[in-house]
């Protein structure tokens, strides 16, 4: 491997379901050790309740409020906080606050970065297709979980 420095700004930008994600470092470069999401979540933006059975994700808070449930646990993260979220655990987060905010994501090890890629070359209607959404994840390891009872 070799040191790999992805300049402000930079990166492979996509559209996930509606929110632009960069890809800053790609699991292909890293021989499949780590990648790195950058998410712009809008207030009441975040993930559903789902569980990765194959990787690990850390959460660096760049900009913003979230809260987080990592098993039955709420934790609010603020800028410059970190969250671990297990392979095999239901985590989801959602961004708390009133304007838009930005996260980092160090998924280890690398490859769940081909499920934003794959979101992304479909069309806005196809990426509203929920079924198709859950077979995509399927495929990396992602088990989407009913919401939560309020």
């Known amino acids: 491997m070799k040191p790999i420095l992805t300049p402000a700004g930079a990166g492979e930008k996509l559209n996930v379901l509606g929110n632009p994600v960069v890809i800053r470092i790609h699991g292909r470069d890293t021989n499949g050790t780590i990648s790195v999401i950058e998410s712009y979540d809008p207030p009441g933006g975040g993930t559903p309740p789902h569980i990765h059975h194959r990787e690990d994700e850390t959460f660096q808070i760049i900009e913003g409020d979230f809260e987080f449930t990592v098993a039955a646990q709420k934790l609010t993260a603020r800028v410059g906080d970190t969250v671990f979220a297990p392979r095999g655990i239901p985590h989801s987060y959602r ?56």
Request: hydrophobic share 35%.
């Open 95 to 150: 961004n708390i606050g009133p304007q838009t905010g930005r996260l980092l994501c160090a998924i280890t090890p690398a490859g769940f970065e081909g499920f934003f890629e794959e979101i992304h070359t479909l069309n806005p209607e196809q990426q509203q297709d929920i079924p198709r959404v859950i077979g995509l994840g399927r495929k990396y390891g992602l088990e989407f979980l009913p919401p939560p009872v309020a």
